[in-house]
């Protein structure tokens, strides 16, 4: 049985993840602060692969990333780029696909911070970027953790998308998820259950250590 | 001198009402301001500190404008550096006492003082949340004096003291 469609899974996963706790950090803080048409606008832009069939997404990433025009085109010619059928749109794509997953729960979590903290750093004369990485990170790290496994999981799981961009490519894009649904295709369910097996086992075991983390971290001094 | 002219909406279950104060306070003077709750206590000092915006008004500490709606001045709380002592103490809950010092100084011997004061000798390695409410709010008085501000603000920063421990910060 062929390993590679796990190793390019958990590759795949890992790249998105740290790509999103990059992005999806500043993003959520300026989300949670202020509430103007155009963050809500923003914010539900970043929620709709949440609600959106996968394979829409997927459709219109591979028209927009099409090398025949647009973007696509521009991309090739310009940076010699291709995003479609290729490993990188597959980290594109799960950039997007997995964003809200991401976001939501930071977003969230710095939310329900009370606004005293950051006012008690101001007065102290700390600027607005030490706040935020001395005060209230460290503050929101159960949901930070819940964010990174919750977007690391969901890419591990991805199919629509992920087909619909990257196709069925052997080493290329050719992940667990598409893996299982070949073998099924071809009969080969002793295939199949390996991958599954493997996925079920990796995201049981994450979802579980959050859980466990979470209770130490968010249990009242009370108790 | 600090002088203070200031206009503010407040939206109270009574409705919208406007808090209004123009007044001077001399340096080195102390100000108790009392009030029913909803008055606008906590408003005006944050407005002082700079995390509030009144809809008009000037504030003027030693010849230096804080605030001018006027001329659009605004002087940033990380400019103005008031002590705050916060009425739910607003301590960091991921730093222990030491570092919530730390944090605001870096005077060792100024610590180690204040740490004197506040009887928290023994304490340093506590986070908040192992802390009783006096501790606190002892903490929050401390590192809010850690800067040495030119302006103390306490909103009902005695309220979980012991009445020997509010003889000592009085």
Same mark, same amino acid.
């Given at each position: 049985?062929?390993?590679?469609?796990?190793?390019?899974?958990?590759?795949?996963?890992?790249?998105?993840?740290?790509?999103?706790?990059?992005?999806?950090?500043?993003?959520?803080?300026?989300?949670?602060?202020?509430?103007?048409?155009?963050?809500?606008?923003?914010?539900?832009?970043?929620?709709?692969?949440?609600?959106?069939?996968?394979?829409?997404?997927?459709?219109?990433?591979?028209?927009?990333?099409?090398?025949?025009?647009?973007?696509?085109?521009?991309?090739?010619?310009?940076? &010699?780029?291709?995003?479609?059928?290729?490993? $990188?749109?597959?980290?594109?794509?799960?950039?997007?696909?997995?964003?809200?997953?991401?976001?939501?729960?930071?977003?969230?979590?710095?939310?329900?911070?009370?606004?005293?903290?950051?006012?008690?750093? @101001?007065?102290?004369?700390?600027?607005?970027?030490?706040?935020?990485?001395?005060?209230?990170?460290? &503050?929101?790290?159960?949901?930070?953790?819940?964010?990174?496994?919750?977007?690391?999981?969901?890419?591990?799981?991805?199919?629509?998308?992920?087909?619909?961009?990257?196709?069925?490519?052997? &080493?290329?894009?050719?992940?667990?998820?598409?893996?299982?649904?070949?073998?099924?295709?071809?009969?080969?369910?002793?295939?199949?259950?390996? %991958?599954?097996? *493997?996925?079920?086992?990796?995201?049981?075991?994450?979802?579980?250590?959050?859980? *466990?983390?979470?209770? @130490?971290?968010?249990?009242?001094?009370?108790? | 001198?600090?002088?203070?002219?200031?206009?503010?909406?407040?939206?109270?279950?009574?409705?919208?009402?406007?808090?209004?104060?123009?007044?001077?306070?001399?340096?080195?003077?102390?100000?108790?301001? %009392?009030?029913?709750?909803?008055?606008?206590?906590?408003?005006?000092?944050?407005? *002082?500190?700079?995390?509030? #915006?009144?809809?008009?008004?000037? *504030?003027?500490?030693?010849?230096?404008?804080?605030?001018?709606?006027?001329?659009?001045?605004?002087?940033?709380?990380?400019?103005?550096?008031?002590?705050?002592?916060? $009425?739910?103490?607003?301590?960091?809950?991921?730093?222990?006492?030491?570092?919530?010092?730390?944090?605001?100084?870096?005077?060792?011997?100024?610590? #180690?003082?204040?740490?004197?004061?506040? #009887?928290?000798?023994?304490?340093?390695?506590?986070?908040?949340?192992?802390?009783?409410?006096? $501790?606190?709010?002892?903490?929050?008085?401390?590192?809010?004096?850690?800067?040495?501000?030119?302006?103390?603000?306490?909103?009902?920063?005695?309220?979980?003291?012991?009445?020997?421990?509010?003889?000592?910060?009085?």
């Amino acid at each position: 049985m062929d390993i590679t469609p796990i190793w390019l899974t958990l590759k795949l996963a890992s790249i998105t993840t740290l790509l999103l706790l990059v992005i999806g950090l500043p993003v959520a803080w300026w989300l949670s602060k202020g509430r103007s048409v155009f963050k809500i606008i923003i914010e539900a832009i970043i929620t709709m692969p949440l609600v959106l069939p996968p394979s829409v997404l997927g459709f219109y990433l591979l028209l927009a990333f099409s090398p025949q025009h647009g973007v696509g085109k521009w991309l090739l010619q310009t940076f &010699n780029v291709q995003f479609v059928f290729s490993f $990188q749109g597959l980290v594109l794509a799960s950039v997007i696909y997995s964003m809200p997953f991401m976001i939501g729960p930071i977003k969230s979590a710095l939310q329900q911070l009370p606004l005293s903290l950051s006012q008690a750093s @101001y007065s102290l004369g700390k600027t607005k970027w030490q706040t935020f990485v001395k005060v209230l990170v460290p &503050n929101i790290k159960p949901s930070l953790l819940t964010a990174v496994v919750l977007t690391f999981a969901h890419t591990l799981g991805e199919f629509g998308v992920v087909l619909m961009i990257g196709g069925n490519i052997p &080493n290329v894009t050719r992940v667990a998820s598409i893996a299982v649904y070949d073998s099924v295709e071809q009969m080969d369910y002793a295939s199949a259950n390996v %991958y599954s097996l *493997i996925l079920f086992a990796i995201t049981f075991v994450m979802v579980i250590a959050v859980f *466990i983390f979470n209770k @130490y971290q968010l249990k009242s001094p009370l108790e | 001198m600090i002088g203070i002219d200031i206009e503010k909406k407040l939206k109270t279950y009574k409705g919208e009402q406007v808090l209004k104060i123009a007044r001077q306070f001399d340096a080195g003077s102390i100000t108790k301001i %009392y009030g029913p709750s909803g008055a606008g206590k906590t408003t005006f000092l944050k407005i *002082i500190a700079g995390f509030i #915006k009144p809809e008009k008004g000037i *504030i003027t500490v030693d010849n230096i404008t804080w605030l001018d709606t006027g001329s659009k001045t605004f002087l940033q709380p990380q400019k103005r550096m008031t002590g705050f002592v916060f $009425q739910d103490y607003a301590l960091f809950p991921n730093m222990n006492v030491q570092e919530q010092l730390e944090y605001a100084t870096r005077d060792a011997a100024w610590m #180690k003082r204040l740490l004197h004061i506040g #009887k928290l000798e023994n304490l340093v390695t506590h986070t908040p949340q192992y802390l009783s409410g006096g $501790q606190q709010q002892r903490l929050a008085i401390l590192r809010a004096l850690a800067t040495k501000p030119k302006l103390l603000l306490m909103d009902e920063p005695f309220s979980a003291l012991d009445p020997k421990n509010e003889n000592r910060f009085n």
